[in-house]
């Protein structure tokens, strides 16, 4: 059973930065390419940055591109978002997400879900 934890959330001030962490667990995770997601209130769930299974494709949302930065560590069963010159319009609350073998930037092909972790950027 996939088993996804994230962490590293919290309250930082514009321009600042935050490293959220996802653990996972419970199966082989080199065979799943990971991603990141957020929904802020009264919104859909949209898509931040995915991975593929070894790193090798990277994809971002428009709206990150420059600031953030995903990473995976296999040998931690880890991945990372590094948030760099945060905005109060990143203000959601951030999944992590786990699908089998390709890539993908949608939330309806990820079958595997982290509970989430509080971003809030005050301006």
């Known amino acids: 059973q996939v088993q996804l934890v994230e962490s590293g959330g919290g309250l930082v001030q514009a321009g600042g930065s935050l490293r959220l962490s996802c653990a996972a667990s419970?199966?082989?995770?080199?065979?799943?390419?990971m991603g990141w997601f957020r929904q802020a209130p009264g919104k859909e769930r949209e898509f931040v940055a995915a991975?593929?299974?070894?790193?090798?494709?990277?994809y971002y949302a428009d709206s990150v591109k420059g600031r953030f930065t995903i990473s995976r560590d296999n040998a931690k069963n880890t991945v990372y978002l590094q948030m760099n010159s945060l905005k109060p319009e990143d203000t959601a609350v951030y999944y992590c997400?786990?699908?089998?073998?390709?890539?993908?930037?949608?939330?309806?092909?990820?079958?595997?879900w982290g509970q989430g972790t509080q971003v809030t950027v005050s301006s």
């Open positions: 991975i593929s299974r070894r790193g090798a494709t990277i």
């Open positions: 997400a786990a699908r089998d073998w390709v890539v993908a930037t949608t939330p309806a092909e990820f079958g595997s």
């Open positions: 419970g199966y082989s995770f080199t065979n799943y390419a």
